[in-house]
């Protein structure tokens, strides 16, 4: 498309003739004058320009691209190819130019416009047969894509071994049903070196079109090891899956060929037929004779995930004998590998780091069924190794142990070098809730940690331990001045969790009512509600305050405290005359959830009904739970 051209319109004056394009103001000749300039700045903008004025400048812009600024050629190869298959004839022509700079963007041009210069094919074709082109011709070819197959073709019937190479190369790149067709077929060339690069190129392939399937299962017969090799892997890459695969790759599975046999299990792992013909048929490799292939086995059962749980008998004895690639495939399966566990723990210590953090990572994903690994596990959070530590304590607290086992261990580990241990073993800590009192105390030491994450998890786990962690209260009143929001909050929210124990720190807790964080107000709110009686007479002071949303605060958090709060009934009750509605409408809720102790309040509350239709069916249910009908 050509934009922003005008036509000269008609004039006395002298400038260009009538109906002749213009593009800001000038015409095609005028900016062709620019190509000539020694700013490359000023020939890139002409290219630029020259583009609007469509198929008419492409002579002018073929010769752009043999200037000698990469930037200006970049430039003419965009232009032409914006002109799409109009073009491809004139760049056709131009590979056999003399000017080797003619040629290669000719080349680079066709490319940029990929399939709809599907015609130029042949030649470009032609040019991998010259070593100074055949890499740009390649590039090319692959752009152009489905539409240079039939040329490919020919070539592979009467090229040299060099050109033969190249076209299966771009073959492979290329894809779908034509190209893995012709692959396929070149698998059966008399020439070695053909089988051997056709067998690349399947490889190389990151999807194989079904429409090769059956080609490929002939090739499994083939006499030579290396065809039935590629042929097995290309299955394991078919798509969209066919069903016929499945079988084929099992059958390759007992190739006198360990290369082959090896090559059937990683397509399995690729291909993932049916579980109920693949797993048994992997499970049986995980005997051969040869070591590679049962580590590939191993691995390949991966892929099946929890279906592969027949084979843990067999993966933890291979664990057990040193094939570390089972471990990974227990993880994933997961909870059903539970009888792999004594080999796991075993492989804990293995000395190949990747084949021990494997081992972790699976008694991880077994969870609460691993927990006899907890000793094993609690022990190697004291090791040097940071990743060891980190997997150790991801699976200690995934397989649930018991407190006396876990909590020595994750009380040790609030004082690692590494921040996030300290926070996951805190985060660890919780977990156990009440049954973590024992650790308080290393926990209050983490509420003054140099990071806020491990502050945070601290003050939760405290929260879950509950009333019993009261010594905990200082601590946690001094991190409600924290400069972290998220440290505040979870602060409030463990004094909170303290109950009628947090008394202590509802002078420091209260004003936070008034906080600019949302958040920290709302949680505040809460906590002060959870402690109860002791915050009663701070909130009875905000329920007065200037600010409405203070006052709503308050008597919310009243009311969360139930018939705890009855001293509190005739100051809560003064609020069902407050001016602002959502006041009232708290009023109302706090004095049905303090029940019948609010029942001093039902006057007022029937004078609101009447004074506020809106509010009486609100008011009228606070009446029922007040008189228990």
Do not use: C
């Amino acid at each position: 498309m050509v934009l922003g051209l005008v036509v000269a319109p008609s004039r006395p004056s002298a400038g260009p003739p009538e109906g002749v394009p213009l593009y800001e103001r000038r015409t095609m000749a005028q900016w062709a004058e620019d190509l000539e300039d020694l700013s490359p700045r000023v020939r890139r903008e002409a290219v630029a320009a020259m583009a609007q004025f469509g198929p008419s400048a492409l002579p002018v812009l073929l010769r752009a691209g043999r200037d000698r600024d990469p930037g200006v050629r970049r430039e003419a190869t965009l232009a032409v190819s914006r002109l799409g298959a109009s073009a491809a004839p004139a760049l056709i022509h131009a590979l056999t130019d003399p000017n080797p700079d003619v040629q290669q963007f000719a080349v680079a041009t066709l490319g940029a416009i990929g399939a709809q210069a599907g015609q130029a094919a042949p030649s470009l074709v032609a040019m991998l047969g010259d070593s100074r082109m055949r890499a740009a011709a390649d590039e090319a070819l692959g752009k152009i894509g489905p539409a240079a197959v039939p040329a490919l073709r020919d070539l592979l019937a009467r090229g040299g071994p060099a050109e033969r190479r190249a076209a299966l190369q771009v073959l492979g790149r290329i894809g779908g049903a034509d190209a893995t067709l012709a692959l396929t077929a070149a698998l059966l060339d008399p020439d070695e070196g053909t089988r051997r690069d056709a067998s690349s190129a399947l490889y190389a392939m990151r999807s194989v079109d079904a429409a090769a399937t059956q080609a490929l299962i002939r090739a499994l017969a083939s006499p030579d090891a290396g065809i039935r090799r590629s042929a097995a892997l290309a299955l394991g890459r078919v798509a969209p899956p066919r069903p016929e695969v499945g079988p084929a790759l099992v059958g390759a599975l007992g190739d006198g060929e360990r290369s082959v046999r090896e090559a059937a299990a990683i397509a399995l792992q690729e291909a993932r037929p049916d579980p109920a013909l693949a797993v048994p048929a992997l499970t049986k490799a995980l005997d051969d004779a040869d070591p590679g292939l049962r580590a590939m086995a191993a691995y390949a059962l991966r892929a099946f995930g929890p279906a592969a749980a027949p084979a843990v008998p067999r993966l933890a004895a291979l664990l057990r004998a040193g094939v570390t690639s089972a471990a990974s495939t227990l993880e994933a399966i997961g909870p059903a590998a539970r009888d792999a566990v004594p080999a796991l723990v075993t492989a804990l210590d293995l000395p190949v780091l990747v084949d021990a953090l494997a081992a972790f990572r699976a008694l991880r994903a077994i969870g609460p069924d691993a927990r006899a690994a907890a000793p094993a596990l609690a022990r190697a959070l004291e090791r040097p190794d940071p990743d060891i530590r980190r997997q150790a304590l991801a699976a200690l607290v995934a397989v649930r142990p018991e407190p006396k086992v876990a909590l020595p261990a994750l009380t040790r580990a609030l004082g690692d070098q590494l921040p996030e241990i300290r926070e996951g073993a805190a985060r660890g800590l919780a977990g156990f809730g009440p049954a973590a009192r024992p650790a308080v105390p290393a926990l209050v030491r983490a509420l003054g940690d140099g990071a806020p994450a491990v502050r945070v998890e601290a003050s939760r786990a405290i929260g879950a331990v509950g009333p019993a962690a009261k010594d905990a209260v200082p601590a946690l009143t001094h991190n409600l001045g924290d400069p972290t929001s998220s440290v505040r909050q979870a602060a409030i929210a463990a004094l909170g969790s303290l109950g009628t124990s947090a008394g202590a720190a509802v002078a420091v807790l209260a004003p936070l009512l008034k906080d600019p964080d949302t958040a920290v107000r709302e949680a505040t709110g809460d906590a002060l509600g959870s402690i109860g009686r002791p915050a009663i007479p701070a909130l009875r002071s905000y329920l007065t305050d200037v600010d409405s949303g203070t006052r709503v605060m308050a008597v919310k958090a009243l009311g969360r405290m139930g018939p705890a709060a009855r001293e509190a009934v005739a100051a809560i009750s003064a609020r069902l005359g407050d001016p602002d509605a959502k006041v009232r409408v708290a009023t109302v809720q706090a004095l049905a959830a303090i029940g019948p102790a609010a029942a001093s309040a039902v006057p007022a509350l029937r004078a609101l009904a009447t004074s506020e239709p809106d509010l009486r069916e609100l008011v009228d249910s606070a009446i029922r739970a007040i008189e228990k009908r």
